[in-house]
């Protein structure tokens, strides 16, 4: 992804990524616990290491095309200050992650080296 984009509901299903450190972890932990609940949505466990292409700590909201046009704009009011990536899951985990992918907030580096095209 070359710059920043606002998501854009393309797709049928999507995952957000909510980024933070230990200094961040409480405001997250509350976050993706709300989101969970507030729009009934699986989320994932809260990763406090890198896992996967993520570089830094985060948890996974997975949520379909229904959510997103009130779940967005709810993530990012209530993100408070966190980094969130937005992007589809279309089957190439290497676009979805790069080209698809849409940020909330400052982008955090992905690696992209380990993913299935």
């Not at 976050?31 to 996974?60: D, E, M, N, Y």
């Not at 190439?92 to 955090?108: E, F, M, Q, R, T």
Request: net charge neutral; with cysteine; hydrophobic share 40%.
């Amino acid at each position: 992804m070359t710059s920043v984009q606002w998501p854009v509901n393309n797709y049928k299903a999507y995952h957000a990524h909510v980024y933070f450190d230990q200094s961040t972890l409480a405001s997250a932990r509350a976050l993706c616990t709300q989101t969970g609940k507030l729009f009934s949505l699986k989320v994932g466990r809260i990763h406090q290491q890198a896992i996967g292409p993520h570089t830094s700590w985060s948890c996974q909201i997975t949520f379909g095309a229904k959510y997103f046009d009130t779940l967005i704009p709810w993530l990012d009011k209530n993100r408070n200050g966190l980094s969130v990536l937005v992007h589809p899951i279309t089957g190439n985990d290497v676009l979805d992650h790069s080209d698809y992918a849409a940020w909330l907030g400052d982008p955090i580096e992905i690696d992209l080296a380990g993913l299935n095209p």
